[in-house]
């Protein structure tokens, strides 16, 4: 069993920054992020397996960059130019074998970090 803990979230204004992080127990294939906003389905953010291919949702591309330390065990998400749609919890989730966009696939969740952008 792996257990992910997730850092980083907070209050922050549009255009403004904030960088989450998460720290698995053990070592993952595939780490990733998502989200769910009151009212809506969880939504995939982005994922990076640990050869370092990564994958992101449009409404993130060229705002959100995903790394990983493979020693450390931690996947990183700077999110850039934050917009108040961005608000929601984000929720860390891995992996063993396979990266995919659909929520159900993932192996393992973290409890998840608030991220409020304020216009």
């Known amino acids: 069993q792996v257990q992910l803990v997730e850092s980083g979230g907070g209050l922050v204004q549009a255009g403004g920054s904030l960088r989450l992080s998460c720290v698995a127990s053990g070592r993952i294939y595939v780490m990733g992020w998502f989200r769910q906003a009151p009212g809506k389905e969880r939504e995939f953010v982005s994922a990076i397996r640990s050869g370092g291919t990564t994958y992101y949702a449009d409404s993130v591309k060229g705002r959100f960059t995903i790394s990983r330390d493979n020693v450390k065990n931690t996947v990183y998400l700077q999110m850039n130019s934050l917009k108040p749609e961005d608000t929601a919890l984000y929720y860390c989730?891995?992996?063993?074998?396979?990266?995919?966009?659909?929520?159900?696939?993932?192996?393992?969740w973290g409890r998840g970090t608030q991220v409020t952008v304020s216009s």
């Open positions: 989730a891995a992996d063993r074998a396979r990266f995919s966009v659909e929520s159900y696939e993932y192996d393992y």
